[in-house]
Structures are given as structure tokens and as C-alpha cells.
């Protein structure tokens, strides 16, 4: 899998639950969404299209991403603070 980087917000979406128009709705399904999201998906499946829901994809991928956030507040500086992929790695297998 190639490396890349995302930035942005994960919005949750609101799905309605049943209905034909939003008179008709009961409810509401909350879902993460928006264009970064899907962008890290996209990234995450690579070329390959690899198997796995995208809600499971994109756990795993906010999973590596708060990881990496919060390796990289262990020292000062900008990108000489971010972590690799082998320490983000290590870390995620410690808390599973």
C-alpha cells in the first residue's frame, strides 16, 4: 500500500432509517462521512480495491490517524515529531 495523507474532518452524516421522503421518516442512522473520509477509504483500499466494509476500512484508518496524533505529541516540532509507520504500527498492536 502506497503512503498517503489526509486532512480534514469526518462529519457524521444522518441516514434516515425508513421513509420515501423526510415526512415519512422515523429516524435517523449515524454514519461517518464526508469527502476527507472517503478520500482515506479510497487510499486505504489502494489500487487493489481490498476487501472490507467501508465503515471497517475507515475504522481502521481514524484508528492509524489518532495513533499517529497522539505518537506524535511525545517531542517537539512539526513533521519532525510524526511517528512511522512501524512506531504507529507497534503502538496499535500494544492496545489490541
Not at 425508513?18 to 461517518?32: A, F, I, M, S
Not at 487493489?48 to 484508528?63: C, K, P
Request: hydrophobic share 40%; aromatic share 6%; glycine share 14%.
Amino acid at each position: 500500500m502506497a503512503d498517503g495523507f489526509v486532512a480534514g474532518e469526518t462529519p457524521v452524516e444522518f441516514v434516515p432509517d425508513t421513509g420515501e421522503t423526510l415526512r415519512d421518516v422515523d429516524g435517523y442512522r449515524h454514519r461517518p462521512g464526508g469527502a476527507p473520509a472517503n478520500v482515506a477509504v479510497g487510499l486505504a483500499r489502494g489500487p487493489e480495491g481490498e476487501s472490507g466494509t467501508d465503515e471497517e476500512v475507515l475504522r481502521e484508518a481514524l484508528a492509524f490517524g489518532n495513533a499517529t496524533a497522539a505518537l506524535s505529541v511525545r517531542s517537539v516540532g512539526g513533521t519532525g515529531s510524526l511517528p512511522s509507520r512501524a512506531e504507529v504500527a507497534a503502538f496499535l498492536e500494544e492496545r489490541t
